[in-house]
């Protein structure tokens, strides 16, 4: 078996579906089997997901075992030369597999490599290249420096901004949204730390490949990432488990470090946390108020397919009351979505017909011209269902 890849699911099956539907399209070829281990969803993704992709190796626990348990518990049952973890709410370009994994197969030292990650405003997520989170560096991070000087090989290392984004770069640290990974090399470093319940196992990870004597690489094939769709980064039970995270990556690895080093550095750690609570504070409010996760009336669709999809988006928006407008094409490198612009006041959801435009070709359109307020979507003539960053709509 040339790969096994591995997604871990709570809650976000639409995200799923969508990732596999794209990863269909992108293991054409490829001798590989896909593990999709549920979290104790409650939106009943199992069922969902055995309904419709029964090719799909579906484990269902019976309560959340947290991100990195739940990968080693298909890891466990896998074959695979090479093993692909990936984020639910992610989509792949067409070659991006392939030409990973011919890179590893000519990088006999590759242990693990990651890839050029999109937002779904076509700009480029930092998280695709990322340094080891030393005191240092995490002090230059946390304090701004980072930002500041995003292309300083000193202040800026936390992202590596000075590396370039169209050729294969060596990095340190890999992000668990997309993480290929050699198995001869888990074998000798051992699987994910279960420590992490989520968020730092990518980082602990890429930490034991580097001492283990491999090289983590950052390679220039797309995928988009929804960042965020996956977990409930507005919550309380974000905070902690981000911070924790933070701290079990400082005492496993710098914990050995003099006192004037670690006292500071976990005052940092639990100072920012403290921040980013009330930064929650106000948006706890308005969920309980019932003013959060309700779609904004001034959100503006545009909707770019053949005929049928047309025809199932305008009955949808009709239902739903959307404000939208439709462009109808059989021409797959049609450029119209390219020319939408965005309204400075809302957010113009360009959502794509997936069965005419292809993965890649959505996130080149996006990728050609960013823009904060314009946001892809898609949708599936199979499932009726418009995605987008934000919502799902059926």
Request: hydrophobic fraction near 35%; glycine fraction near 6%; charge should be positive.
């Given at each position: 078996?040339r790969?096994?890849?591995?997604i871990?699911?709570?809650?976000?099956?639409?995200?799923?579906?969508?990732?596999?539907?794209?990863?269909?399209?992108?293991?054409?070829g490829i001798?590989?089997?896909?593990y999709?281990v549920?979290?104790?969803?409650?939106?009943?993704?199992?069922?969902?997901?055995?309904?419709?992709?029964?090719?799909?190796?579906?484990?269902?626990?019976?309560?959340?075992?947290?991100?990195?348990?739940?990968?080693?518990?298909?890891?466990?049952?896998?074959?695979?030369?090479?093993?692909?973890?990936?984020?639910?709410?992610?989509?792949?370009?067409?070659?991006t597999?392939?030409?990973?994994?011919?890179?590893?197969?000519?990088h006999?030292?590759?242990?693990?490599?990651?890839?050029?990650?999109?937002?779904?405003?076509?700009?480029?997520?930092?998280?695709?290249?990322?340094?080891?989170?030393?005191?240092?560096?995490?002090?230059?991070?946390?304090?701004?420096?980072?930002?500041?000087?995003?292309?300083?090989?000193?202040?800026g290392?936390?992202?590596?901004?000075?590396?370039?984004?169209?050729?294969?770069?060596?990095?340190?640290?890999?992000s668990?949204?997309?993480?290929?990974?050699?198995?001869?090399?888990?074998?000798?470093?051992?699987?994910?730390?279960?420590?992490f319940?989520?968020?730092?196992?990518?980082?602990?990870?890429?930490?034991?490949?580097?001492?283990?004597?491999?090289?983590?690489?950052?390679?220039?094939?797309?995928?988009?990432h929804y960042?965020?769709?996956s977990?409930?980064k507005?919550?309380?039970?974000?905070?902690?488990?981000?911070?924790?995270?933070?701290?079990?990556?400082?005492?496993?690895?710098?914990?050995?470090?003099?006192?004037?080093?670690?006292?500071?550095?976990?005052?940092?750690?639990?100072?920012?946390?403290?921040?980013?609570?009330?930064?929650?504070?106000?948006?706890k409010?308005?969920?309980?108020?019932?003013?959060?996760n309700?779609?904004?009336?001034?959100?503006r669709?545009?909707?770019i397919?053949?005929?049928?999809?047309?025809?199932?988006?305008?009955?949808?928006?009709?239902?739903?009351?959307?404000?939208a407008?439709?462009?109808?094409?059989?021409?797959?490198y049609?450029?119209?979505?390219?020319?939408?612009?965005?309204?400075?006041?809302?957010?113009?959801?360009?959502?794509?017909?997936?069965?005419?435009?292809?993965?890649?070709?959505?996130?080149?359109?996006?990728?050609?011209?960013?823009?904060?307020?314009?946001?892809?979507?898609?949708?599936?003539?199979?499932?009726?269902?418009?995605?987008?960053?934000?919502?799902?709509?059926?």
């Open positions: 078996m790969l096994t890849v591995i871990v699911n709570y809650n976000v099956k639409h995200y799923v579906g969508q990732c596999l539907d794209s990863l269909q399209k992108a293991l054409d001798e590989s089997e896909i999709v549920d979290n104790h969803s409650r939106d009943d993704s199992v069922r969902y997901l055995r309904q419709r992709y029964r090719w799909v190796h579906t484990i269902d626990c019976n309560h959340n075992l947290g991100f990195a348990r739940a990968n080693n518990i298909a890891y466990k049952q896998s074959k695979g030369d090479y093993v692909l973890l990936i984020n639910p709410d992610t989509f792949v370009g067409e070659d597999i392939r030409m990973a994994l011919e890179f590893m197969d000519e006999p030292n590759a242990g693990g490599a990651g890839v050029k990650m999109y937002n779904a405003d076509g700009t480029l997520a930092n998280e695709s290249r990322r340094g080891l989170p030393t005191p240092m560096t995490s002090f230059y991070k946390m304090c701004g420096l980072c930002n500041r000087f995003p292309k300083s090989r000193r202040f290392h936390y992202y590596m901004g000075y590396l370039g984004w169209d050729s294969p770069e060596r990095i340190e640290v890999i668990g949204a997309f993480y290929l990974l050699r198995r001869t090399a888990i074998e000798k470093i051992g699987t994910l730390d279960e420590d319940f989520m968020y730092g196992e990518d980082i602990d990870l890429s930490y034991r490949l580097l001492k283990g004597g491999y090289e983590n690489w950052y390679l220039p094939y797309p995928i988009l960042k965020g769709e977990t409930h507005t919550s309380f039970a974000y905070v902690h488990v981000f911070y924790q995270a933070m701290l079990i990556f400082f005492r496993k690895h710098y914990g050995h470090l003099g006192f004037w080093i670690t006292v500071p550095i976990r005052t940092s750690i639990y100072f920012r946390a403290f921040i980013a609570l009330l930064q929650m504070t106000p948006h409010i308005r969920k309980s108020l019932g003013l959060v309700k779609r904004r009336c001034d959100s669709y545009v909707f397919g053949n005929k049928r999809m047309v025809e199932n988006c305008m009955r949808i928006a009709r239902r739903k009351g959307l404000t407008e439709f462009h109808q094409t059989d021409d797959p049609d450029r119209y979505g390219i020319e939408i612009e965005g309204n400075a006041t809302s957010i113009t959801y360009v959502v794509y017909d997936n069965d005419l435009f292809s993965y890649k070709r959505m996130l080149e359109m996006m990728a050609e011209r960013p823009r904060s307020n314009v946001k892809l979507g898609t949708f599936s003539n199979r499932t009726r269902t418009i995605i987008t960053p934000n919502e799902i709509i059926m």
